[in-house]
């Protein structure tokens, strides 16, 4: 071979090698960044080219697929009752992404997960069309719609947990929103999405998991544990030794009880049953603020908590002297999501143990083989056995003999309680929230408990109470769960 030809046929090896680095670059190296950039538009055609897995409640999907018209997108996400199951699935978007389980679980529900490799690795020897996996909830359908049904019209949140276990059985946020109307990627879409942000009721807000709220005096069960737990009394029937009213330390305000009611030297038992704030705050004060915060933070405040959807942190504050005595009764900067609430009423029904709450049960393949199976796991132990019964005698106390009348529901069934009614805004001039926290026993075991929180801005003030409001929500979610099992 002559010199001229040496040199052509080096320079076209050279050329032969550096396409080959590059292309192994990008295949092996880069792969991931590249698919990962949102301005890739060949990954959401691949990823819209095939169906989506489906949500699935009590055996039935709640999700499906539908073929897009006049897009290379083939298919997007439908839902069946979308505003109703929306706070637990979130939204899958063709044009703006994913949230919740359909962000969270994505990678099986498009079938792109490694778990599924075996599967996809099947599919082509058998010609089967890729399809995503599924998600299968821990949500009781029933209770679902009686949570949905009960906060019709009403601004507010319901969470109902397994107390034996922590499943989930039903997350409500209203007003909610139907995600089919943006899961695609139009105009229309678009408008449409607009339209849900800039609406002032916020419909988009899951409030069972994201909004904090003043807990009122349903956080008067903490602080009972909090007063059992150190011992602060013998029992549920010694006398508090409380004033009415009672001076705030370091203050010259007084703290008062609504109406007259016999919350002067009151048993724990007794200042439950008509929520004398004077008790709690002293309780509060007495134990003093490290006490307070640690008793709570066992119970789950402080801390963001993931089911696997991100809840935001309740908070139980440092604080000084006059302040921590308001926490005590669910006041000034003491905030709670409704799950961290229902969270209290379900330790307390099963027996001081404290499960952590979570919503999906399995994941499963194509073929509905098991990839994983979420397994119950203690969270903490925020009260004895012995103190949680003792708090069990004083909630069902509150529903048979007190504020929480509303919620009894005989045939057997023992129901324990607390309302609330949360004072907050400037000089807490805003409407209070109605709250009401509570548990069903049916044989002496709890299958439910229920956190109900209820905004309603167009009720008179003084109509405005947990045991009006929130109560009978939660006495019909409660219904729902044991009627469901019978």
């Not at 063709?94 to 490694?114: K, M, P, R």
């Not at 069902?396 to 805004?425: C, D, F, L, R, Y």
């Not at 709890?446 to 009978?472: C, L, T, Y």
């Amino acid at each position: 071979m002559n010199k001229p030809l040496r040199r052509i046929a080096l320079f076209c090896g050279l050329l032969v090698l550096a396409l080959l680095v590059r292309s192994n670059w990008l295949q092996y190296v880069k792969a991931d960044s590249l698919n990962a950039k949102s301005e890739n538009r060949r990954v959401g055609i691949e990823r819209y080219s095939h169906e989506r897995g489906n949500i699935i409640v009590d055996g039935k999907a709640i999700t499906g697929s539908a073929v897009t018209k006049g897009s290379d997108f083939k298919y997007k996400t439908t839902w069946q009752d979308g505003a109703m199951w929306s706070p637990i699935t979130g939204y899958a978007s063709q044009a703006f992404g994913a949230s919740q389980i359909e962000s969270i679980n994505d990678d099986i529900l498009t079938g792109n997960s490694d778990s599924l490799f075996f599967d996809r690795t099947l599919s082509m020897f058998t010609g089967d069309k890729k399809k995503g996996g599924n998600v299968v909830t821990t949500l009781n359908a029933d209770a679902q719609k009686a949570a949905f049904n009960g906060l019709k019209g009403k601004k507010g949140a319901v969470v109902a947990l397994d107390p034996k276990t922590g499943k989930i059985l039903a997350l409500s946020s209203s007003p909610s929103y139907d995600p089919s109307v943006f899961a695609g990627n139009s105009t229309k879409d678009s408008d449409n999405r607009q339209v849900l942000l800039k609406d002032k009721d916020k419909p988009m807000l899951n409030r069972a998991l994201r909004e904090t709220y003043p807990p009122g005096s349903t956080f008067k069960v903490v602080t009972a544990a909090a007063a059992l737990e150190n011992g602060l009394y013998k029992g549920i029937d010694e006398a508090t030794n409380s004033p009415d009213p009672y001076p705030l330390p370091d203050s010259t305000k007084p703290l008062n009880n609504e109406g007259t009611i016999p919350c002067k030297n009151a048993t724990l038992k007794v200042a439950l049953q008509w929520s004398c704030n004077t008790v709690f705050g002293k309780i509060s004060n007495d134990l003093g603020n490290k006490e307070m915060i640690a008793e709570a933070e066992k119970f789950g405040f402080n801390s963001e908590i993931f089911t696997p959807v991100r809840a935001d942190a309740s908070v139980y504050p440092e604080d000084n002297r006059p302040q921590n005595a308001m926490a005590g009764i669910g006041q000034a900067s003491n905030r709670a999501t409704p799950l961290q609430m229902a969270m209290v009423a379900s330790a307390v029904a099963n027996d001081g143990k404290l499960m952590k709450p979570y919503m999906v049960d399995q994941l499963t393949a194509p073929n509905l083989d098991v990839v994983s199976k979420t397994k119950p796991e203690k969270m903490s132990e925020p009260l004895s056995a012995a103190n949680a019964q003792n708090l069990q005698a004083m909630m069902e106390n509150v529903v048979t003999n007190g504020t929480g009348k509303s919620a009894q529901m005989g045939n057997g069934i023992t129901v324990g309680g607390k309302t609330g009614t949360a004072q907050h805004g400037l000089n807490n001039s805003e409407k209070p929230y109605a709250w009401f926290i509570s548990y069903a026993k049916v044989n002496g075991s709890s299958p439910v408990a229920v956190a109900v929180v209820v905004e309603d801005a167009s009720a008179n003030r003084d109509d405005i109470s947990g045991g009006g409001f929130a109560a009978p929500i939660a006495k019909a979610v409660m219904q729902a769960v044991i009627n469901s099992k019978n």
